[in-house]
């Protein structure tokens, strides 16, 4: 498959990779939806192929190693995430469960010889969850990986990574997608077939692709709608919204981590409004679809949410998305961030 954006990584890594000086551990950083996992899995495909050199970057994808990577199936590549209903990657994943602690998990099994191969690889998704206690796990293992071992940490930002992971990995930084990019990614995934409708999801999104994948759905896109509205208002009704915000939250059914995704989704798009006005205020460019741009007029005309009250906004919306991954109570978190950013705005001081 072809891979959009960031194309400076595959010259580096095939450069790397004809030196035979590959990292043992790699951490990769960037905005979420822009290429990590895929360029991730390209590698271990890559060194895995039975039929291409790995610094070609270009595995077969006929071999039994490739067809085995596709299929999640290969011995010697481990792949690891946040499960849905739990805040940080639990210890269990790294060590074992308290029966087989040491004798199971990731760091046991990367200790192991290679199976199939001369290589074990190891992709750990969602490394901006790893709390203290994971990544004590993990210390030895980056430490002293073992001979012919790999291991690829992905996260979003570097802000979120403890210190203690960042100083034993390599860092690797993806760039932004440009919105054209992202059009040609959404037409690519098929997440739309019209090249107009991927224009607009991509000025949306603000260059994002796993926003403007969001923005797919029609009724986040009126959730968005409505959201910003209300926002731009000189006073609105904290209560209200909060039961629209529900309502939207219970549309996805019955699923906790559904219900978590879409409220994300909506303290995002909160986030975004109040940064692009707090942007404005500085007299800085703004770019946003017609929905951004008449809130943003409408919250101007209104010369209530100056530069310090958006400022603010937007920590708020930080410390909620914070307190979504904590799996705070949704319809408390929802009530109790918006009464948080309606006194905000006008400047009030918070209980929270």
Not at 58 to 77: F, K
Not at 107 to 120: D, E, F, M, Q, V
Request: one cysteine or more; proline letters at 4%; a negative charge.
């Amino acid at each position: 498959m072809k891979f959009i954006g960031n194309a400076h990584l595959f010259d580096e890594f095939r450069e790397v990779l004809q030196r035979g000086r590959l990292s043992s551990t790699f951490l990769f950083v960037g905005e979420e939806g822009i290429g990590k996992r895929t360029f991730a899995l390209r590698l271990a495909q890559s060194l895995l192929c039975g039929q291409r050199p790995a610094w070609e970057l270009t595995p077969c994808q006929t071999c039994p190693s490739c067809r085995q990577v596709q299929a999640g199936s290969h011995p010697d590549l481990e792949q690891i995430a946040r499960p849905a209903d739990r805040s940080f990657l639990p210890v269990d994943i790294f060590l074992g469960d308290r029966q087989h602690r040491m004798r199971e998990g990731l760091c046991h099994w990367i200790s192991l010889r290679p199976a199939a191969g001369t290589r074990k690889i190891a992709i750990i998704d969602d490394a901006d969850y790893l709390n203290e206690e994971g990544a004590n796990c993990l210390l030895k293992t980056l430490e002293e990986p073992p001979p012919q071992s790999l291991l690829i940490l992905i996260g979003t930002s570097l802000h979120r990574q403890l210190p203690t992971i960042r100083s034993r990995c390599q860092i690797i930084r993806f760039r932004s997608l440009s919105e054209t990019e992202v059009v040609e990614l959404l037409l690519m995934q098929g997440a739309v077939a019209d090249a107009q409708e991927a224009e607009s999801l991509a000025v949306m999104a603000g260059g994002s692709p796993a926003i403007a994948r969001q923005l797919c759905d029609a009724s986040l896109r009126q959730m968005r709608s409505e959201l910003l509205e209300t926002l731009a208002q000189a006073d609105w009704d904290s209560g209200e919204l909060a039961r629209q915000i529900v309502a939207y939250m219970e549309e996805s059914g019955t699923e906790a981590s559904l219900k978590r995704q879409r409220l994300r989704e909506v303290i995002h798009q909160a986030g975004e409004f109040y940064r692009h006005h707090m942007r404005q205020q500085c007299h800085a460019t703004t770019m946003g679809d017609d929905c951004l741009t008449r809130a943003l007029a409408v919250a101007h005309s209104q010369a209530v949410l100056d530069e310090e009250r958006a400022s603010d906004c937007v920590l708020r919306c930080f410390a909620a998305l914070a307190q979504v991954d904590a799996n705070a109570h949704p319809t408390t978190l929802v009530s109790a961030w918006l009464d948080d950013l309606h006194q905000l705005s006008r400047g009030c001081p918070t209980t929270s």
